[in-house]
């Protein structure tokens, strides 16, 4: 079956540490790969995605993933993390069901210590 | 640019009472969605309309009705609410391409509560 794991709940950083926050997945194909980001109060936000191409992909805000096949991995990653980085973050796998379907992660909740 | 745009933002209602949430979106996207979210379980779809149309159950679909009354609009009706049904709702849409490479953009969300 298809899903998606964040292994982590909840982290807590440091302004200024760097960050990485994982994605595990189980998925048939060459999967669509996306992180989103929900800040509180708001809808979600994508910030990268895969679907081809370099297995490191560039996103907003200073982010970045890579794609690791052998790992079944997506793992998100920000070298210096800013106070304002604190939100929740969803991986999600697609297309699932042979259409645009996502398969999110339960969530990871990130805070940031000043 | 208002993308996604679903209403109402927040409403409470009573075990049994009936209500729709409607989402619009200007960005002619074929295909859309509604997604509920819960803690700690991420987002799981109730139904999605693969293009203007069509309709089909996602994973959580009981309890719900959809309307896809034209390619901008997609409409989400509890027709008997209930408590498990208090979460927080996002409608969604994305672009049917596969170039696109199955982006969704999503709407701010409405919270609802069953009391």
């Known amino acids: 079956a298809q899903s998606v794991t964040q292994p982590d709940i909840h982290i807590t950083v440091s302004e200024g540490a760097s960050l990485e926050l994982r994605c595990n997945y189980s998925?048939?194909?060459?999967?669509?790969l996306f992180w989103y980001v929900q800040s509180p109060g708001q809808g979600l936000q994508l910030l990268l995605k895969?679907?081809?191409?370099?297995?490191l992909v560039q996103g907003i805000k200073g982010f970045e993933a890579e794609f690791k096949r052998s790992q079944s991995s997506f793992n998100l990653r920000k070298p210096s993390v800013h106070w304002s980085d604190a939100a929740e973050y969803f991986c999600?796998?697609?297309?699932?069901?042979?259409?645009?379907?996502?398969?999110f992660g339960a969530g990871t909740r990130l805070a940031v210590h000043p | 640019n208002a993308g996604v745009t679903q209403t109402p933002k927040f409403q409470v209602l009573k075990t049994g009472q009936s209500m729709t949430l409607q989402c619009a979106q200007d960005m002619n996207h074929n295909s859309m969605y509604w997604y509920r979210q819960d803690p700690g379980m991420g987002l799981r779809l109730i139904y999605y309309s693969a293009s203007e149309g069509t309709t089909d159950k996602g994973e959580v679909p009981n309890g719900y009705n959809v309307s896809r009354l034209n390619k901008r609009e997609f409409s989400l009706r509890l027709e008997s609410a209930a408590p498990s049904q208090t979460s927080v709702y996002f409608c969604?849409?994305?672009?049917?391409?596969?170039?696109?490479?199955?982006?969704?953009?999503f709407g701010e969300g409405s919270w609802l509560t069953v009391v």
């Open positions: 895969y679907f081809s191409g370099d297995t």
């Open positions: 998925y048939g194909a060459t999967p669509y």
């Open positions: 969604a849409s994305s672009d049917s391409r596969a170039s696109s490479g199955n982006t969704i953009y």
């Open positions: 999600a796998v697609g297309p699932s069901g042979g259409y645009n379907k996502l398969i």
